[in-house]
């Protein structure tokens, strides 16, 4: 039993140091949508909100309090990105800024981590955002104020 923890644990840190050791990959997304081989997401998150369904929050995802959370380690953030769009569907580009404001929970193997932060724009945003995304927790992912899923 040792023995697989300590394994676990090797994994859990090869994961953590594979993730954090890219401070700054940009990608760009063209018009056919992503690259074949990419991993699926969810349908229910490719799509926009349906009518009656609860809009994200104002401030989901723009704040270090309200990360979009994707789950998945960098491979799940990438594949949030990809489906984000502009809201009239423009590919985004983006670039990963670094990893900050740590958390603490109980249920993850080391008893927290830390957010990452992106750099995002689209083709007729005035100003770049950033966008906050915890990439060990996950939630339904919905898109910020400002974007759409597809």
Do not use: N
């Not at 074949?36 to 104002?58: D, L, N």
Request: charged share 20%; with cysteine; proline share 9%.
């Amino acid at each position: 039993m040792l023995m697989i923890r300590a394994a676990f644990r090797c994994s859990v840190l090869w994961m953590l140091s594979s993730g954090c050791a890219s401070s700054s990959a940009t990608m760009r997304q063209g018009e056919g949508g992503v690259e074949a081989g990419a991993p699926v997401i969810e349908a229910v998150a490719r799509t926009p909100a349906a009518p009656g369904e609860t809009p994200a929050p104002s401030g989901y995802g723009y704040t270090p309090e309200d990360p979009i959370k994707v789950g998945g380690g960098p491979s799940g953030e990438h594949e949030f990105l990809r489906y984000l769009r502009g809201p009239e569907g423009q590919p985004l580009s983006f670039e990963r800024l670094g990893s900050c404001c740590g958390f603490k929970d109980s249920s993850l193997p080391f008893g927290g981590g830390l957010l990452d932060m992106y750099e995002v724009t689209y083709e007729g945003l005035e100003k770049p955002v950033t966008l906050y995304l915890d990439m060990y927790r996950r939630q339904e992912p919905r898109a910020p104020t400002g974007f759409r899923l597809d």
